[in-house]
């Protein structure tokens, strides 16, 4: 009787952990955390403190996990409504409102001690800026108002790419900017593309998502439209700015080619479903691989092995 009751609490224990777990929406953070990655390796020159990229990638988990639970909290009454989000830890039941905004606080404040006490004050409030937008703009002033929702709101997303420059340079450049302007562009086409999979829940509960609204036509030529401009954004880190070099070129043509490709296939066929779902996992792979391109071009030894094929390019050619 006793070992079953040991078990019987150690299992409730581990289910509770798990709940807390989900109003974090784990599968989103890793994302964010590469931009952060690939911010830090192009703002050190490819020689990153591992002390420091723990730091503020945990710092950066923290608050990620804090802006989802309170938006899982916001979004409790169309989570319920909606078959994809029913069984979320709040709609559910299986964790309360105000446990939830306690455990959202408390991570909020690691994240930003973690940031000013091992990295730096900047880092640590823009941290804080991305829950501040990602809750008051984009969750409850877009979200549900305004087609314009994920556009706008997609700055938050693209928040990590400052907090990682700053963190390491404790200011911000023209760079830092630009990698933030890349991940606020693609964000359109990511998660329409994903809307356009699941708009039928999103027309459900009323939240106007573009394909909602004006339709899937409309929808992937927007798609169409930024995943052209976020591409071209992508080649101005090696001209004018000139903090990347000709491996992460190569790497992001060759993805960026991809990634047109998919969107006019979706041009093509706006109605298929399938299409949508084919752009939308491949936008993700774009992502997480473009910033390894800036890690692996950022990297000494990369720019080393360049710089003697160039010379001895020069001397064939001499």
């Not at 420091?52 to 009454?77: E, F």
């Not at 709609?91 to 991570?107: C, E, K, M, N, T």
């Not at 401009?229 to 992460?248: E, H, K, R």
């Amino acid at each position: 009787m006793i070992e079953t009751n040991v078990s019987r609490h150690h299992g409730t224990f581990l289910q509770v952990i798990h709940s807390y777990y989900q109003l974090t929406k784990p599968r989103i953070i890793p994302l964010l955390l590469i931009t952060t990655a690939g911010s830090m390796w192009i703002a050190a020159k490819g020689q990153v403190d591992p002390l420091l990229l723990l730091v503020t990638l945990t710092g950066g988990t923290l608050a990620a996990a804090s802006a989802q639970t309170i938006n899982c909290v916001y979004d409790r009454d169309i989570d319920y409504d909606m078959e994809r989000t029913r069984h979320r830890p709040l709609p559910s039941g299986r964790v309360q409102p105000r446990d939830a905004l306690i455990f959202a606080s408390v991570l909020a404040v690691l994240s930003f001690t973690l940031l000013t006490v091992f990295a730096n004050l900047l880092a640590a409030l823009l941290a804080m800026s991305g829950i501040v937008f990602y809750v008051l703009i984009y969750t409850h002033l877009l979200k549900r108002h305004s087609t314009q929702n994920i556009v706008i709101g997609g700055a938050a997303g693209a928040v990590p790419a400052l907090v990682g420059w700053a963190a390491v340079t404790g200011t911000l450049s023209w760079a830092a900017w630009l990698i933030f302007a890349i991940v606020f562009l693609w964000t359109p086409p990511h998660f329409w593309a994903l809307a356009l999979m699941i708009q039928d829940d999103y027309a459900k509960v009323g939240v106007p998502m573009l394909p909602v609204v004006e339709g899937s036509k409309t929808t992937v030529q927007q798609i169409w439209i930024y995943t052209l401009v976020t591409v071209a954004a992508t080649l101005l880190l090696i001209y004018p700015l000139q903090v990347s070099g000709i491996v992460y070129g190569a790497i992001a043509l060759s993805l960026g080619s991809v990634f047109i490709y998919k969107a006019w296939q979706l041009l093509q066929y706006p109605e298929e479903r399938n299409v949508a779902r084919g752009l939308f996992l491949y936008s993700i792979s774009y992502m997480m691989l473009l910033c390894l391109g800036m890690v692996i071009d950022s990297l000494p030894l990369t720019r080393h092995v360049i710089g003697v094929v160039v010379d001895k390019f020069h001397l064939l050619i001499g």
